[in-house]
């Protein structure tokens, strides 16, 4: 178990550029979460995968933004046309699902679009 | 209104006193997510807890499920318990269509000094 990787660990891009953030959870954890938190606040959550299949995604997630999760493993979450508002930290939790629901979290990636 | 309130948002300490941060949530849960968090992102799960206390160390978890209420204790406080504190909760019916996302609080930012 080497806990829940994310990189890049840092981002910095200017605005208008696409970004792609990659997560690699747990293995064998079936659920996988992204959540952002911009500085001062709580994270927020913005989209949820159960194996390769996206379930739900936050009303924060626009059309800029697209999640995978191919073959269930690794996920991707990518930025197109980063705006200044994208900078946050993304954070990437991991969780085994019944009976636990705990999650564990990756260290995140942090963005800064100038 | 937020769903999950934090009090206080900031707390000065110096070393050795008894720490309480508080926690109010206004919707129905299945559990609740106690959380660290230090300079540089990483997030680390606490305590996890539906009912009751649960104790790891000098922490203490408390919830009341009636009052939607939960604290955070830390007993003996020492300047490496400095982070910030995030009270989570995950909606009820998580093997359902909450999917067992969190919905955070703000964070209290701990401070404690020598």
């Known amino acids: 178990d080497t806990g829940v990787s994310q990189d890049p660990r840092h981002k910095i891009t200017k605005r208008g550029q696409n970004v792609t953030f990659r997560c690699d959870p747990i293995?064998?954890?079936?659920?996988l979460y992204w959540y952002r938190q911009t500085l001062g606040q709580g994270p927020e959550f913005l989209t949820y995968f159960q194996n390769e299949a996206q379930l739900e995604k936050s009303r924060l997630l626009s059309d800029r933004f697209s999640a995978e999760r191919p073959k269930g493993s690794f996920s991707t979450l990518e930025i197109q046309r980063t705006e200044q508002g994208d900078s946050a930290m993304y954070l990437c939790?991991?969780?085994?699902?019944?009976?636990?629901?705990?999650?564990?979290f990756g260290p995140g990636t942090r963005l800064t679009v100038t | 209104k937020n769903e999950v309130e934090q009090s206080p948002q900031n707390l000065t300490a110096q070393e050795g006193e008894f720490i309480t941060i508080n926690c109010s949530y206004s919707?129905?849960?299945?559990?609740l997510h106690w959380l660290q968090q230090h300079p540089g992102g990483g997030i680390v799960s606490l305590f996890m807890?539906?009912?009751g206390k649960k104790k790891h160390g000098r922490l203490i978890a408390t919830i009341n499920i009636q009052e939607k209420h939960s604290s955070l204790h830390i007993t003996a406080s020492h300047p490496r318990d400095s982070a910030v504190y995030i009270c989570a909760v995950r909606l009820g019916n998580a093997g359902g269509t909450s999917y067992g996302k969190l919905t955070f609080g703000q964070g209290t930012i701990l401070t404690v000094h020598p």
């Open positions: 807890l539906s009912s």
């Open positions: 919707v129905g849960i299945s559990a």
């Open positions: 939790a991991s969780s085994p699902g019944r009976p636990s629901y705990e999650q564990y």
């Open positions: 293995s064998e954890h079936n659920r």
